[in-house]
């Protein structure tokens, strides 16, 4: 049976906030005092040195050194994707039950670590404590929801009889009478490269990766290594893989540039599949250049989002300004589901935009390591310019309502406002993908209008929506391009998925295969149909 983790709301419910506020400040101090340390690579097992390094520090901080890494090269990937090759036969035959075991051991350890990863998540990039916790849980759920997948559907394996009396020395036609005994199973696809993203390296890098691997694919995994770095995290997932019983080889960790080691796994030709949470003009261009090399690929991705909400008549202004400022500005509004658009009626434009502006100023900007901060750093310099280069457009062309400048905190990091803008629908601040926090804000009359403008884009993610009418509510949910929707949810307009209850799916330009994370369609896309037929 599958349980959701739930660190904080357990806590809560039994009374004992200070003890999971207590957990986690000594986690965090622990975590402070063993950063800066070297840490190798490992492929097939091995640890490997390289010639070059890789400096990560801390976006809260700068001044604080997570650790030293190692600068990965093409022949590096090259033989991580040997490594996987040389496991794949052993791991591939493991019975299914025994790769399940496998991911609820990891599971197990990752739940005794919690605190101690959560912090050290927090500062390798910039999240609070209850945005990290929730974070490691989510792995933690991908593990055991996995496991519990591959086992409920049998390995994916189901078998068929058709009788009949075959017609002796005649030659076969569709239709024919036939006696045969057919087994229909998924088997792996081989070697998947793992490429994750720096925003959630503990739940999306163990979501992708536990698929594939309980599915009896090996992996090489690469942990967001360049500007947004998140190696750290990669370290332990590869860890607790190994302290669980992941074979050597079945699971590879290779830091390095995603222009050097990943364009090598995406030129391999041993690589099966690749997993990849990112932007999509990086997804697509893996996508391209596998095709222009004539490579049989296969992709399961989440790409970017430029995700709407819409507030009709009807609507509940409090409940809709709570979830909406939660949804644009939680962790700096550095998730692919973080609200970036809001479509309001014009008749509660004014009163619902004082009211997320009242919430907005309540939030705490600085260190996320401290328990009443809400908005840590943006994540990098680049981050930094594309908030600099919007405020530089919306003062401009569009009016700031909110926020628009940096906040000065004591800390060698990047902080800025959470921004509210008033835009016009063809500005570029409402059609390009910005990963910060900041909401663009627009009227309408009608509510198709508003749908028409929510489903102009190139993404679909997710989409919310607050109001009281029944209609409006059919008419959003029914006309909405969007994979996840929410409906006048009060804890965030557009994030929050819980592994196990929602899908976390995008359309149109935001996936691929239009198949989502923690549900009952994720698994198949690591595997492959076969049908075998014996004739009695």
């Not at 222009?259 to 796994?265: D, H, K, M, T, W």
């Not at 509660?348 to 260190?367: H, P, Q, Y």
Request: with cysteine; proline share 3%.
């Amino acid at each position: 049976m599958f349980n959701n983790e739930s660190t904080y709301k357990r806590f809560v419910e039994s009374g004992n906030e200070a003890e999971f506020d207590r957990l986690f400040e000594s986690a965090a101090h622990a975590a402070l005092s063993s950063f800066g340390k070297e840490h190798p690579i490992y492929l097939g097992g091995e640890p490997i040195h390289t010639a070059e390094k890789l400096e990560e520090r801390s976006p809260i901080d700068k001044n604080i050194i997570i650790g030293i890494f190692q600068n990965g090269t093409k022949e590096h990937a090259s033989a991580a994707v040997a490594k996987a090759k040389a496991a794949l036969p052993e791991w591939s035959k493991t019975s299914y039950k025994e790769r399940a075991s496998v991911l609820r051991k990891a599971a197990d350890i990752l739940s005794s670590r919690k605190f101690t990863i959560a912090a050290e998540l927090s500062y390798e990039n910039g999240k609070s404590r209850y945005e990290s916790i929730g974070e490691v849980d989510e792995g933690i759920d991908f593990l055991r929801y996995y496991a519990n997948e591959i086992e409920s559907n049998h390995g994916f394996v189901r078998h068929n009889t058709m009788s009949g009396n075959t017609i002796k020395g005649a030659v076969g036609f569709q239709g024919a009478p036939s006696s045969e005994k057919i087994t229909l199973l998924l088997k792996p696809l081989g070697i998947f490269a793992v490429i994750a993203p720096f925003n959630f390296p503990i739940s999306i890098s163990i979501g992708m990766s536990s698929a594939a691997l309980v599915a009896g694919n090996t992996v090489v995994f690469k942990p967001s290594s360049s500007d947004n770095m998140s190696m750290l995290s990669g370290l332990r997932i590869y860890e607790i893989f190994k302290e669980a019983g992941i074979p050597d080889g079945a699971f590879n960790y290779l830091t390095g540039p995603g222009s050097v080691v990943g364009s090598e796994l995406v030129e391999n030709p041993d690589v099966s599949g690749i997993a990849f949470t990112g932007s999509r003009y990086v997804g697509m261009s893996m996508v391209s250049r596998s095709i222009a090399l004539g490579l049989d690929r296969h992709f399961v991705t989440e790409m970017s989002g430029k995700n709407p909400c819409i507030v009709s008549k009807g609507a509940n202004l409090d409940v809709a300004a709570n979830g909406i400022v939660s949804a644009a500005f939680g962790y700096s509004g550095q998730k692919c589901s973080s609200l970036s658009r809001l479509y309001v009626h014009e008749s509660l434009k004014d009163e619902l935009i004082a009211k997320i502006i009242a919430r907005t100023r309540e939030l705490k900007i600085g260190n996320p390591i401290e328990k009443s901060t809400y908005l840590g750093p943006i994540i990098s310099q680049s981050a930094y310019k594309k908030y600099t280069d919007a405020i530089s457009i919306a003062s401009k062309s569009a009016r700031i309502l909110y926020g628009g400048n940096t906040v000065k905190t004591g800390l060698n990091g990047l902080y800025v406002e959470p921004t509210i803008i008033e835009a016009k629908h063809d500005s570029e601040l409402v059609k390009k993908e910005l990963f910060l926090p900041i909401l663009t804000v627009e009227s309408f009359s009608k509510l198709n209008d508003a749908i028409t403008m929510a489903n102009d884009t190139e993404f679909g993610l997710t989409a919310g929506f607050y109001g009281g009418k029944r209609a409006e509510i059919k008419q959003f949910t029914e006309n909405i391009a969007a994979g996840v929707i929410y409906i006048n949810r009060e804890m965030s307009a557009t994030t929050g998925a819980v592994v196990g209850m929602h899908s976390f799916v995008g359309w149109k330009g935001s996936s691929i295969t239009n198949k989502g994370t923690g549900s009952k369609h994720y698994l198949q896309q690591f595997m492959k149909e076969q049908s075998i037929s014996v004739s009695k």
